[in-house]
């Protein structure tokens, strides 16, 4: 009898949260992340012939331990992690990747609060380079392609790299602004062992990114994206670069997380 009450409990408060979500908790921007979870969990391709949703994650599944073994990273303010954020996990499989990686130079696309850079900075070695290049804000309105409504929040900021701003380890960190689809990469070419794309979540973006990334990559250097389950944006232009583009052939998904990576 008390299991039955308790799957009630939970039953309402499950429709509760719901109904919240749909109605005035539109007006809250958690929700609205909530609900985009919802979709992007939900949504898939439909199929052609009888409209049932098809998986639109086509890209081949790698995994952590194939990847790097054991957790040997360090790490700070991993679980300080709210919108806008890899989660813990996926910090600490940058983390990881870095540390293995070994890179002399990395480059991030979209700072943030630099959560990410930090980590990466905490984990790469001492004469390592990390340059980050975020949106101002004063040039949301004036972007060369559109973004994302839903991510209009994270270029409005009053600072950008708040994270690592002071820590010893900004040392190592330089940053840059602009807008990725105009800002000049040339100084960068065939330069960086790492490159983490993580700006705006809009397709064409995501395609211009990977492709202005592509020319700063080092042979044998790493590229890696995040958000690839979480943006209709990332996904479909990573499955159009996976499926058209040979340069992309090797792109994996890494299981349990939003991440992807290619080896060039
Ligand atoms: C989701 S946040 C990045 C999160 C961060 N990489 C982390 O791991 O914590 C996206 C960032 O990309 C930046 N951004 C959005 N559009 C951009 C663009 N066109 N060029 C450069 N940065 C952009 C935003 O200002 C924001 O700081």
């Not at 900075?121 to 101002?136: G, K, Q, V, W």
């Not at 929040?153 to 689809?181: L, N």
């Amino acid at each position: 009898m008390s299991k039955a009450l308790d799957n009630l409990r939970l039953y309402a408060g499950v429709v509760k949260r719901v109904g919240y979500t749909l109605s005035i908790g539109m007006l809250n921007s958690g929700s609205r992340d909530e609900l985009l979870k919802l979709y992007n969990a939900y949504s898939g391709h439909p199929h052609p012939e009888d409209g049932t949703p098809v998986d639109p994650f086509i890209i081949p599944k790698t995994d952590v331990f194939e990847l790097f073994g054991n957790d040997s990273a360090s790490y700070e303010g991993v679980y300080e992690c709210g919108f806008g954020h890899t989660t813990e996990f996926e910090l600490k499989v940058i983390s990881n990747l870095v540390k293995k990686w070994n890179p002399r130079r990395i480059f991030e696309i979209g700072t943030f609060q630099g959560r990410t850079t930090l980590n990466i900075a905490l984990n790469s070695s001492t004469d390592a380079e990390i340059i980050t290049l975020d949106l101002p804000a004063e040039e949301l309105a004036s972007t060369k392609m559109d973004i994302e409504k839903g991510e209009v929040r994270y270029v409005k900021k009053e600072v950008s790299g708040e994270r690592f701003i002071g820590h010893p380890a900004a040392s190592k960190i330089r940053q840059v602004f602009g807008d990725s689809a105009s800002f000049d990469f040339a100084e960068y070419r065939n330069s960086v062992d790492v490159a983490f794309i993580d700006g705006s979540h809009a397709y064409e973006y995501v395609l211009n990114d990977s492709e202005k990334v592509f020319t700063i990559v080092r042979d044998g250097g790493l590229i890696i994206w995040h958000d690839y389950t979480n943006w209709p944006g990332v996904w479909t232009a990573l499955n159009e670069l996976y499926e058209k583009d040979a340069r992309f052939n090797g792109i994996r998904h890494i299981g349990g997380t939003s991440i992807a990576i290619l080896k060039i």
